[in-house]
């Protein structure tokens, strides 16, 4: 069974730009979840998104924003990149229930 | 201050020997307690779930959680050098969705 595809795994910005991610959840699972891991903030939700419709939404800046495709497949766009926005934004995705909440290797995103 | 505080550590061990992991939490609202391991460059994998007061076990590992304390902890007995790795605590509204609220991360060396 496959597991949640992030891809790129690394990535390469400049300051300014914009980005887009991309997520393939488990086959069948409706749910994905954004989150961006720092050493010094650690996990952060960014947003989550369910049948194509954002259900919950973490305190980030409108930089960032994401979307849900009928597929369930997921990107997240962050635009205007700014040097603290170097991370690993990781996706998780489910069923629906906490306990198949499964997560990707991420995408490693450094801003220069 | 952080909803869900975790020592950063690290914590070194030597094979075989017990560790414990804690977490305390600041919202009542939590409901749902999680624990994650985090290997370098993959994404968090989770090892316990649990939504009530009381102690889990499977295998080698315990999960406990106080709710009147609000102090969430992972015990894992004889441990291995492959455990080597970042222990995060998860917790979640119980209306919250798929939105996990992440303590920092413990990173746990065990030595051979």
């Known amino acids: 069974k496959a597991g949640v595809t992030q891809t790129p795994r690394y990535l390469i910005k400049t300051r300014g730009q914009q980005v887009t991610l991309s997520c393939s959840p488990i086959?069948?699972?409706?749910?994905v979840s954004w989150y961006q891991q720092t050493p010094g903030q650690g996990l952060q939700f960014l947003f989550e998104y369910f049948s194509e419709t954002q259900r919950n939404k973490g305190n980030f800046p409108g930089r960032f924003s994401g979307r849900q495709f009928s597929n369930s497949r997921s990107e997240m766009n962050v635009s205007t990149l700014e040097l603290g926005d170097s991370a690993l934004y990781l996706c998780?995705?489910?069923?629906?229930?906490?306990?198949?909440?499964?997560f990707g290797s991420g995408t490693r995103l450094t801003v220069v | 201050q952080k909803e869900v505080e975790q020592d950063p550590g690290p914590l070194s061990v030597p094979e075989g020997a017990i560790v414990s992991l804690n977490c305390t939490y600041s919202?009542?609202?939590?409901?749902?307690f999680m624990w994650y391991r985090q290997y370098s460059r993959k994404g968090p994998e989770l090892l316990m779930y649990?939504?009530?007061?009381g102690n889990k076990e499977d295998g080698r590992f315990t999960a406990q959680v106080d709710k009147s304390s609000k102090y969430i902890s992972l015990f894992i007995r004889d441990s291995q050098p492959s455990d080597s790795a970042t222990y995060l605590c998860?917790?979640?509204?119980?209306?919250?969705?798929?939105?996990?609220?992440f303590g920092g991360g413990t990173r746990l060396m065990v030595k051979p």
């Open positions: 649990t939504y009530s007061s």
């Open positions: 998780a995705s489910s069923l629906g229930t906490l306990e198949g909440y499964t």
């Open positions: 998860a917790s979640t509204h119980n209306n919250a969705g798929n939105m996990l609220t």
């Open positions: 086959s069948g699972h409706r749910s």
């Open positions: 919202n009542s609202a939590f409901q749902y």
